[in-house]
């Protein structure tokens, strides 16, 4: 048995090494600005709750991302939708699951939402798509300590935490049955089942690189 007064020696060399963990992450410095409804910069006083604005432009990636509501629509925070492809060439070996999420404003599975959401133009435009796995990882900011969010939530309120985690649209390559998903409280990518309902943020645009984007290999 280790005795108690070198356990306590290495236990406190333990401590001051973690205790210098976050100076060897980088921490990275987003650029964003929030766009109003026809797609211009927002020019409102930065309280959403007051004047809220619909999307935000990555000046760096240069993707646009949508904003989510505290009301209940298509919009919502708390909308969920099973991941749902009907596009052979791209969904993995298995279209997925229609309408098994818990929504308003459209069925509830990925595919009817970003139809619904191009429908509708949001901030002016209709080439919105559910974001992939890199893209994701771009608006993450690994140095937030959980239970997060760790993004930049004063530009992206509303956002949920927890197990469920944010769809991307890359299938799992080693199972028809998966798809890659981001968890906003703890930082980083899973596999979550196509029919199992999550959280759905749409983005639209091609990325650039920005040095930010994070991915573990399959």
């Known amino acids: 048995m ?3 007064k ?3 020696t290495i236990s406190l060399l333990l401590l001051a090494m973690l205790s210098g963990c976050d ?3 980088p921490v990275y410095v987003f650029d964003l600005t929030r766009l109003a409804a026809d797609g ?3 020019k409102g006083n930065n309280n959403y709750q007051e004047q809220p604005w619909p999307c935000v432009r990555d000046n760096k990636s240069g993707l646009i991302w949508e904003v989510k509501t505290s009301a209940p629509g298509l919009h919502a925070a708390t909308n969920t939708y099973t991941w749902y492809s009907s596009d052979k060439a791209t969904n993995g070996g298995w279209e997925g699951k229609l309408d098994g999420g818990a929504c308003t404003g459209s069925r509830c599975d990925t595919e009817a939402f970003v139809a619904a959401v191009n429908a509708e133009r949001l901030c002016g435009y209709n080439d919105w798509r559910l974001p992939n796995r890199v ?3 771009s608006i993450v900011d690994v140095t937030v300590r959980m239970p997060g969010p760790t993004l930049a939530v004063a530009y992206f309120p509303n956002t949920q935490s927890g197990v469920a985690g ?3 649209a890359t299938p799992f390559r080693m199972h028809e049955s998966g798809a890659w998903a981001w968890r906003f409280d ?3 990518d899973f596999v979550a089942m196509k029919d199992k309902p999550a959280y759905v943020k749409l983005v639209r645009g091609t990325a650039k690189t920005t040095g930010n984007e994070k991915t573990s290999t399959d």
């Open 6 to 8: 070198k356990y306590f």
């Open 23 to 25: 100076k060897l992450v």
């Open 135 to 137: 893209d994701l990882s």
């Open 166 to 168: 944010y769809f991307s």
């Open 186 to 188: 703890q930082a980083f």
């Open 2 to 4: 280790m005795p108690i």
């Open 40 to 42: 211009t910069e927002y």
